[in-house]
């Protein structure tokens, strides 16, 4: 949550803010790989242990879209703590993500002490979902970033 008499930061795809998406066009590098977006990497993890083949195609993937139909086809492949380790994946997917792009970093930054809603209706688990009613864990992963960075830099 954010520091009472704040108010919330909104975001989604469109906007100041469309760079804190996890499918924005900014390149990152993990284990020596560079995948075209943080939804590449975070799709990835979900097999890059034990079926690297599949994280290889959906790290060679032009498109979200296609990361997704490669996922989802291949879902019976994803590891099997995926579930109970996700939303850590995610807060490591987008630390990464924002240390390497000084400008994203500074913006995320810029927004504390704000709570971040990630508005998008039709998302309930990442996004604040109709009326939000959503879990908005995209905006909780990057709440935790921007501590995580902040401590980082000695801001904390």
Known sequence: ????GVPP?????????????????HKVLFEEELYPT???????LKFLQH???????????????????????EATQTR????????????TV???????????????LDTTPAELIYSEESDHFWGDGPAGSGSNELGKALMRV????????GLA
């Open 51 to 73: 079926r690297p083949d599949i994280a290889d195609r959906i790290r060679e993937c032009a498109r979200p879209e296609e990361v997704y139909a490669i996922s989802t086809a």
């Open 94 to 108: 987008l630390h990464q993500k924002f240390r390497q792009h000084g400008e994203l970093r500074k913006l995320l």
């Open 80 to 91: 099997a703590d995926w579930h109970s380790i996700a939303i850590q994946m995610m807060d």
């Open 38 to 44: 943080a939804l590449h990497l975070y799709e990835a």
């Open 9 to 25: 930061i909104r975001f989604s795809g469109y906007g100041p803010y469309a760079g804190f998406l996890h499918h924005s066009e």
């Open 146 to 153: 921007r501590d995580r960075l902040r401590a980082e830099a």
């Open 1 to 4: 949550m954010g520091k009472p």
